[in-house]
């Protein structure tokens, strides 16, 4: 394995600054995961969860909503209330309750066999077109996938919502670089060699022998697994290059938590570039030193550097304010994630099992393979692993294929 940077993990890194834990851009994952199940020992990394509630911040205060069996003490009694009172009328209530639990109950398969379309277009025709959908839903889906117009498959939508259902999404104790982090220690010593750069892969020769370009010399190998970024993935293996959206993580230090909890805040007012922000350190003792406080903010996009443009850290700073109510201004930023490639685009009609295998000794893996998720990052891995297997005349390990975000068998 040939790694560029100074470790593994790529995108899912975490950077210790100050003793803080900060992920490179705000990422959870969830143990109902099948492929996580498979792949992971989820014990060893002392998975964190965050609580099963969202604060709702909006002009007229701050409104709890959440489901009642995963919601701590503290908010327990404000989201019952919540439920019934805050943002949204009963009939979309209703409509939305609907919609989750038949995308909580429904069979995977089923799900990815309906019809398709942007989960915008769904929401209109369900019913949720008022202040449910605008003050939750919208900032919500925004910080999960990266864009807040409406144009994601529904059938994705319906596959995270599934899993958030069935799931607590959590953090490792250790941070999300410890998922690479344990992958890497199962494998044989040797095996990984960072601070390499791969500048070709070469085409096939001498025996079907790929000759791979590095920064440490050429090497030759009989399959070549391109598991990078969409972007260089496409340069490297001729595919086309998939949509992706761009996302930024700010994370601040406060000598006093803003909130009492770990629960994601939305700003129902949409009054700044924020799509959500948590006190994580609430959820996750461990990603703080001390007893100061970690906040990590998305919005999406990439930030400026103009402290008078809507997108900058001093606008985010400014809209923090007045989501937790607190003042803002002493808070330090310990750093800044802008990730130009955060998530591939999961348009409609959505395809969860694009080839892994290319031909000639070259395989590819990553999200845009399966699905923008956690999920799928480890199933493409597992499918092109298992196509080398074949590929090299080696026996494929009998296990069933748990496929995309949903563990669909095929």
């Known amino acids: 394995m040939l790694e560029q940077a100074d470790a593994v993990g790529g995108r899912v890194r975490t950077d210790v600054i100050d003793g803080f834990r900060c992920d490179r851009g705000f990422q959870l994952i969830s143990p109902a995961y099948p492929e996580a199940r498979r792949a992971l020992d989820l014990p060893a990394l002392r998975l964190q969860p965050l609580p099963g509630a969202v604060v709702v911040a909006s002009g007229s205060g701050p409104h709890v909503l959440g489901d009642p069996r995963r919601t701590p003490a503290g908010l327990l009694g404000r989201a019952l209330v919540g439920d019934l009172t805050a943002v949204g009328g009963l009939r979309e209530k209703a409509a939305f309750g609907r919609w989750a639990l038949h995308s909580a109950v429904r069979n995977p398969a089923g799900l990815l066999a309906a019809p398709d379309e942007p989960w915008g277009e769904a929401f209109d025709r369900l019913g949720l077109d008022a202040g449910l959908r605008h003050a939750v839903l919208e900032p919500f889906l925004a910080g999960v996938l ?3 117009d409406g144009s994601t498959s529904r059938r994705f939508v319906e596959l ?6 069935r799931g607590r999404p959590s953090v490792p104790a250790g941070g999300m670089q410890a998922i690479g982090d344990q992958l890497a220690a199962a494998l044989p010593a040797g095996s990984v060699r960072c601070d390499v750069r791969v500048d070709d892969v070469g085409s096939p ?12 010399g050429v090497i030759g190998a009989r399959a070549v697994v391109v598991a990078t970024d969409p972007t260089s993935a496409a340069a490297f293996t001729g595919l086309p290059v998939p ?3 761009p996302l930024t993580t700010f994370w601040h230090v406060s000598a ?3 909130a009492t909890h770990g629960a994601l ?3 129902g007012d949409h009054r700044g570039p924020v799509v959500n922000t948590v006190v994580l350190s609430n959820a996750a003792p461990s990603y703080s030193p001390d007893r100061r406080a970690l906040i990590a903010t998305t919005m999406l996009g990439l930030p400026s550097g103009d402290p008078d443009d809507p997108r900058s850290e001093a606008a985010v700073r400014r809209q923090l304010a007045q989501i937790y109510g607190v003042e803002t201004s002493r808070w330090e ?3 800044t994630h802008a990730i130009p490639h955060a998530l591939t685009a999961m348009d409609p009609p959505l395809d969860v099992h694009r080839p892994v295998a290319l031909g000639d000794g070259l395989f590819v893996a990553g999200d845009h393979r399966d699905s923008a998720s956690s999920q799928g990052v480890l199933v493409s ?3 092109a692993a298992d196509a080398v297997l074949a590929h090299l005349g080696c026996a494929v390990p009998p296990r069933p294929a748990l496929d995309a975000l949903a563990g669909t068998r095929r």
């Open 381 to 383: 891995g597992r499918r």
């Open 256 to 258: 006093e938590p803003p």
């Open 265 to 267: 805040h939305l700003d």
């Open 333 to 335: 930023l310990a750093a």
């Open 243 to 245: 949509r992706v959206r």
């Open 160 to 165: 995270l919502i599934r899993s958030f259902v």
């Open 146 to 148: 990266a864009e807040s």
């Open 205 to 216: 020769a001498g025996g079907a022998i790929r000759q791979v370009r590095t920064t440490a």
